[in-house]
């Protein structure tokens, strides 16, 4: 199809399609001609990607690695994870104190040796972000999230399909960085449900 | 104390609390002479809040609001959380198809008038952000998120203080919107843990 048959398609315009292309996280398309080229299934499903990580918040940068994770994959699911998590996690300040990240990593049922740095150092950057503006998580609260992260992890770990690599890849990857923002407006709506049920509407 | 004081008590450079002041995020200081001012707890508490809702990602125009709604608080725990989550609430396209979202919210025990159709529409663009890119989060996944999102809530209301209006102004406001990075990172560490446990760190 022509770029504009691919735009199109995906509901993507042809000046962003053009910049994905020049930013390579999109492959060229087949020349036809001087100036105009074919594209493919591959190529409509690729750009359907990258408009779901950038729509996510995904970075042009980190998009980039995704998508080069997508195209030759580590060979572990371990990895993979890794991989999702650098381009979705925030970076933390050099020398971060991660006594407490560490504490609720044991609570999550972590090991010494299942953890890589960067991402206690990403949870402790989280929680020292709070602590900052004064804000406390109740303890009730923070134990809260620990088992809803345990249980939310467990079912998404269990979903791994066994298919095909690219099927393992396309999951792992995806699956961490897209459900994010679902999995927040879960929380803020049922914020709502519960607020309502326990003080109402309209009580002060 | 001086703006040089604040700067140091906060941990904020000093050009960046002139960048507030003149922003109005922060109230201007006492006026001791024609070039300086005097600052109070009050503004080192004001200045910690700022900043971490901008670290987290809450822009300048929202961190407005959700600082007018701690010095002007609405009466209700309800309309509380309606100015938090609007401050990180992403918008949602006009006319979205909220079937989907319904369904969902049934599922978390909502009642037809407990949400409001902005959030409501924001769960369905997080949804077909996800759908867009060709990625289907599998029902046993979803059904994890949603028990998961209903568990933090029940946590999160049960927490709210009754000593003063402003500590739940405080809590409702900052508690929605400064732990989400907290949670995403818990989420992250979580699925390293299990990932681990089942594949192995090395494992193919």
Known sequence: MRISELSAAAGVPVPTIKYYLREKLLPEGNRTSATQASY??????????????I????????????????????PTPYELLGVAHAAV??????GIDTAEAEKLFAQLGGEADQCDPAQLA??????????????QIPP??????????????EAEIAGIPTDSLESVVRYVVLGTVLPEQVLLALR?????????????????
Do not use: M
């Open 40 to 53: 493919d299934d591959a190529h409509l499903q690729r750009l359907r990607v990258i408009r779901a990580l």
């Open 55 to 74: 729509e996510s918040g995904v970075s042009i940068a980190e998009t980039r690695k995704v998508i080069a994770a997508l195209d030759a994959p580590p």
């Open 89 to 94: 996690a925030p970076g933390a300040e050099d």
């Open 122 to 135: 990403g949870l402790a950057q989280a929680l020292r972000n709070v602590e900052r503006s004064g804000f």
């Open 140 to 153: 009730d609260v923070l134990t809260a999230y620990v088992a809803a992260a345990r249980q939310i992890a």
């Open 188 to 204: 803020r709506v049922a914020e709502q449900i519960v607020s309502a049920e326990r003080y109402g509407r309209d009580a002060g």
